[in-house]
């Protein structure tokens, strides 16, 4: 929950007018105005090939467009979806917890048990350019990727000038002053929120949310309409009702399938079909067919209701993402489901798709380390097992962490050995299964001596 808080937040994005308020304010201020004095440098010693900003310069911007939007973005996303006060995640014992996150926000924020959380920005490594050619005036992005993704000038363009166009109309800017290329700059900077990766959270009690997804949302329709029917106030996680509204709406988006269509997953474990139809009136109904049948929702098994999430995943039915965060993807499910549904992950991860999950299943992890391993073998080889050419995973596309008690009494996060040769180290199940295998001894021995 706390990754997908990372990389859910997109900051709060102001009117042109509001916009327009918060620069006069700002030129009111010294900082505000060395900056304006700064670009104006910049802009008359420009070349028309074009030269790099100062790192030094850009940082200061980054700031301002921190203090502007995302100061409170990530903590608020991290509130909302958690529900509940941020003092309440303070580790227990301690007047405070420390979140380093190092990625795209890049952020050190510290949480209080006695005050409010303060969050100091770490600048991001975008490097841009300004160039003047016989007065006119140009700033761009020279990394060919931002956040890892390539970026598209011409969208950044567009809609950066139409809303420099509003805000110049109304200071009535000159194209070429210091002011309108520091708030061009400004935009840029913000714009580069579009290329930072999304993330789709399916939490552990999707199947529970999925299958009272109707009554949900007709309790909260009655108790907006009738007076003295109100359900029981209090906050709602943001991942629950978010994962909700994907379950109302049912859009249409590009599958994440790798180019099949989208209906493997469920033909493979349960040997059907998943389908969506949208009545007249009314939520989108999900059938699952088999041998000519129709089988509702609240008739198919707990395996098949905790597998639909991912399986409306792939066929597009809930928003893209690039990556997919999945609670417990083998609950309820047979070993040997279990194991088949470990192959369509990793087909997933290998079409591009970042899957970040936690599981407790000793099948589920003993197959994702097959996959590990088979990647040290021909293609022809893995065929000969009942495999595709592809349904293997690098060594380095896998992260194992494990969850461990301390000596203290809390928990600390280990990594998990994982090689090319061995693949996904299960020695903490290992000793739990020699352990049991030790009892199991003894309880012989006691039978036999009876």
């Not at 139409?162 to 309108?180: A, F, M, P, T, W």
């Not at 994962?243 to 349960?270: A, C, I, W």
Request: overall charge positive.
């Amino acid at each position: 929950m706390l990754a997908h808080s990372v990389m859910s937040p997109r900051g709060e994005y102001e009117r042109p007018f509001d916009y327009i308020k918060w620069i006069r304010r700002k030129l009111k201020e010294q900082k505000f105005m060395s900056l304006v004095h700064g670009m104006e440098k910049m802009i008359a010693s420009a070349t028309d090939s074009g030269g790099m900003m100062p790192k030094k310069y850009t940082n200061k911007v980054q700031e301002l467009v921190h203090e502007l939007h995302f100061k409170d973005s990530v903590t608020g996303a991290i509130k909302s979806n958690f529900g509940t006060n941020l003092k309440e995640l303070v580790r227990i014992g301690q007047e405070r917890s420390t979140i380093k996150i190092r990625y795209h926000v890049g952020s050190n924020i510290t949480i209080n048990k006695a005050g409010a959380p303060h969050t100091e920005m770490c600048h991001m490594d975008i490097a841009y350019s300004i160039k003047n050619d016989q007065g006119a005036v140009s700033i761009y992005e020279t990394n060919e990727k931002t956040f890892g993704r390539h970026i598209d000038p011409m969208l950044i363009d567009k809609s950066v000038q139409r809303h420099i166009d509003i805000v110049s109309r109304h200071l009535k800017l000159e194209s070429n002053s210091g002011l309108y290329w520091l708030l061009h700059l400004i935009k840029r900077i913000e714009c580069a929120s579009m290329y930072l990766p999304k993330s789709c959270y399916l939490p552990a009690a999707r199947s529970g949310i999925l299958s009272a997804r109707d009554h949900i949302v007709s309790g909260m329709v009655k108790s907006s309409s009738y007076p003295g029917t109100e359900l029981p106030r209090g906050p709602v996680p943001r991942v629950v009702s978010d994962y909700l509204e994907s379950l109302v709406q049912m859009g249409e988006h590009r599958p994440q399938t790798n180019g099949k269509n989208g209906q493997e997953v469920f033909r493979d474990l349960f040997g059907g079909s998943l389908e969506v139809q949208r009545p007249k009136i009314g939520l989108p109904r999900i059938i699952y067919k088999t041998r000519g049948a129709g089988v509702p929702l609240n008739l198919m098994s707990s395996g098949m209701t905790e597998t639909v999430p991912l399986q409306l995943f792939l066929q597009g039915r809930m928003p893209q993402a690039d990556v997919l965060i999945l609670e417990e993807p083998e609950a309820h499910l047979h070993p040997a489901n279990q194991a088949r549904l470990a192959k369509h992950i990793v087909r997933l991860v290998n079409s591009g798709v970042h899957v970040l999950l936690i599981t407790h299943g000793v099948y589920f992890l003993e197959q994702l380390s097959m996959f590990v391993r088979m990647s040290q073998i021909p293609a022809g080889e893995r065929k000969k097992l009942g495999y595709g050419e592809g349904d293997c995973l690098d060594v380095g596309d896998v992260a194992p962490y494990m969850f461990k008690k301390s000596a203290g009494g809390g928990y600390g996060i280990h990594e998990i050995e994982h090689t090319p040769v061995v693949g996904i180290s299960q020695d903490e199940f290992g000793r739990v299964m020699d352990s049991m295998y030790d009892k199991e001894f003894r309880i012989d021995r006691i039978i036999g001596d009876a």
